[in-house]
């Protein structure tokens, strides 16, 4: 299948391996408290408390409420922080960019959420095939992102887009999979970091 970016979008400054980037453990969060508090409250919406969740791209916090899911797993590129993330029952290290297959079974999870992240795909439509191959029917994706980023990992992409150019990015990523129905888009835009999240769930097989 083609990929959603071209070799000149999925450019970035930085074009070194991403293991060398995120090699030593940066435990922040990427976006102040109050678009994490409305991130949390968001997935209290949409993500059932007693699902099976994959955290895509994720750090040493994850962000979910404190609700009691079956198994959250994650994924990233850091150890230490994956380590450090007492949310996580199961996690694994995988550049993204390099290896798009992930280690999971289909229809193995009912949520996948990927927060802060996704600017750094260089290859997205695999990866979101992926997320919905391994999702479970009616199962719901959570993608989130703000104005913050590395600019040097960025893709040519999101670093020329504007906030709502960001959006349908990420819209054009799960349209292409075919996958998907988009039931929200978040478009918050307070005092503080701005939230934006696509929120889909995936049609049944």
Known sequence: MSEVLSDRQRERVDSRPDESFYGSPRYVTHADDGFLDRLTDLYAEVVPTDARVFDAMSSWVSHLPDDGYETVVGHGLNADE???????DDWFV???????????????VDAVTCALSVQYLQYPGAVFREFARVLADEGVLVVSFTNRMFPTKAVR??????????VDLVRSYVDATGAFDVQQVVRERPETDPLYAVVATRTPR
């Open 94 to 108: 995988q550049d993204l960019n390099d290896d798009q297959t992930l280690p999971l079974t289909d229809a193995s």
């Open 82 to 88: 994956l380590a450090a993330n007492d949310r996580l």
């Open 157 to 166: 992409a999101w670093r020329e887009a504007s906030m709502d150019g960001r």
